[in-house]
């Protein structure tokens, strides 16, 4: 389950064993899993895919990483409060209040990449579109210190592979470093920093927690975002737009088809019966959000804006934990995609994205296009 995006053209059952995980195909089984924090709690969200040896547990030890149950991994009773204080912060009007502003700074990329494609450059979309915008706009959204953004996403990249990639000790100590350096400054966002972090410090959250909040927001907020809209704009490229598209359409369709976390984790905290499969306590459940999103689709497979079923993907989860920021990845795409689409309909792809090993993260790592030869 690695490469999971690859296999969601298989015919699977709703429930099934693979790879020591109990996978979750089904959308009503997974949305039973992700309605019952009590059978199926959240504790091993954030937990390694390849366990930490003591050799790495020191050099995170030595940056005062922890990672308390704050957001995703939260199953206890502080998960409510903890994520009113984010939502509010990321409350759908102040989404809203920042499209001009995000609007104004994806204009002008845009020209400066139509300016150079007709001057016959290929040019990166990835690295110089969508990269670096989700955490432009949820650092000013949340009042976050981002003073070197290629550091912050060096930092996002090495704890998705840290924790959600298949690793040798090797490259699992440089990341701790990588991770664990950027870790400490956070801690001092945590304790000191404006916005969130003030509002997280006055409804009693301790540095712990604050720092582990801002972690997962700069891991799995920012980071997804930037990897969807890559992978929308390669498929939008590839397969073209259609003529009277609707911008939100095509949007819950891209989220469907490809939706920015593809599998999820939660653990059997008691015994119980999934699809007809008998579940161990201690059982780790993957919610394979992916397959299930092709399933609940008219045309499963296939990129039709509007059609019957799009919009009940579960790409953003669903019940208590369902994704805080789930509007403001449908505004970063619409934004993108209103500003870059008289682009695409004239670009070919030159260099399509590859794909590392992980659970639960595609991390895109190029889309370079050129105008395609028709044009003149």
């Given amino acids: 389950m690695w490469r999971s995006w690859e296999r969601v053209h298989e015919t699977v059952e709703p429930v099934f064993w693979r790879d020591g995980h109990l996978v979750v195909a089904g959308p009503a089984e997974v949305?039973?899993?992700?309605?019952?924090?009590?059978?199926?709690?959240?504790?091993?969200?954030?937990?390694?895919?390849?366990p930490m040896s003591v050799a790495v547990m020191r050099v995170l030890a030595k940056y005062?990483?922890?990672?308390?149950?704050?957001?995703?991994?939260?199953?206890?009773?502080?998960?409510?409060?903890?994520?009113?204080?984010?939502?509010?912060?990321?409350?759908?009007?102040?989404?809203?209040?920042?499209?001009?502003?995000?609007?104004?700074?994806?204009?002008?990329?845009?020209?400066?990449?139509?300016?150079?494609?007709?001057?016959?450059?290929a040019v990166d979309l990835h690295?110089?579109?969508?990269?670096?915008?989700?955490?432009?706009?949820?650092?000013?959204?949340?009042d976050l210190p981002v003073a070197d953004v290629r550091r912050v996403k060096d930092f996002s990249a090495a704890a998705l592979e840290l924790f959600w990639?298949?690793?040798?000790?090797?490259?699992?100590?440089?990341?701790?470093?990588?991770?664990?350096?950027?870790?400490?400054?956070?801690?001092?966002?945590?304790?000191?920093?404006?916005?969130?972090?003030?509002?997280?410090?006055?409804?009693?959250?301790?540095?712990n927690e604050v720092t582990a909040a801002l972690f997962f927001l700069l891991v799995a907020g920012q980071e997804t975002t930037s990897q969807f809209l890559t992978l929308l704009l390669h498929r939008l490229t590839e397969e073209g737009l259609p003529d009277g598209y609707d911008t939100a359409d095509v949007v819950e369709e891209g989220l469907r088809l490809d939706p920015p976390i593809p599998t999820w984790r939660r653990l059997a905290a008691v015994p119980?019966?999934?699809?007809?499969?008998?579940?161990?306590?201690?059982?780790?459940?993957?919610?394979?959000?992916?397959?299930?999103?092709?399933?609940?689709?008219?045309?499963?497979?296939?990129?039709?804006?509007?059609?019957?079923?799009?919009?009940?993907h579960l790409a953003f989860g669903a019940g208590a934990h369902r994704c805080v920021g789930a509007q403001l990845a449908r505004m970063e795409a619409a934004v993108v995609l209103d500003?870059?689409?008289?682009?695409?309909?004239?670009?070919?792809?030159?260099?399509?994205?590859?794909?590392?090993?992980?659970l639960s993260f595609r991390m895109p790592d190029t889309l370079v296009v050129r105008l395609s030869d028709r044009v003149g």
């Fill in 165 to 207: 990639a298949p690793l040798s000790l090797e490259r699992q100590l440089v990341l701790a470093e990588k991770v664990g350096q950027y870790h400490r400054e956070l801690r001092e966002i945590a304790r000191t920093g404006p916005g969130l972090a003030r509002d997280l410090r006055e409804h009693g959250r301790t540095e």
């Fill in 127 to 142: 690295a110089s579109l969508t990269t670096d915008l989700p955490l432009l706009v949820l650092a000013r959204l949340i």
């Fill in 272 to 312: 119980s019966t999934l699809g007809g499969v008998e579940v161990p306590v201690g059982t780790s459940v993957l919610l394979w959000l992916g397959a299930a999103g092709r399933a609940v689709a008219a045309d499963p497979h296939a990129m039709v804006p509007g059609q019957r079923g799009s919009r009940r």
């Fill in 64 to 121: 005062r990483f922890k990672l308390p149950a704050t957001l995703a991994n939260n199953g206890t009773d502080t998960h409510p409060m903890i994520r009113g204080v984010v939502f509010d912060a990321m409350h759908p009007s102040r989404v809203e209040a920042l499209r001009p502003w995000l609007t104004g700074i994806v204009r002008r990329r845009v020209g400066q990449l139509t300016r150079r494609l007709r001057a016959g450059e």
């Fill in 339 to 358: 500003e870059v689409a008289p682009l695409l309909r004239r670009s070919t792809v030159v260099t399509a994205p590859t794909f590392p090993a992980n």
């Fill in 31 to 50: 949305k039973r899993v992700l309605a019952d924090p009590d059978t199926y709690r959240p504790d091993n969200a954030l937990d390694a895919l390849t």
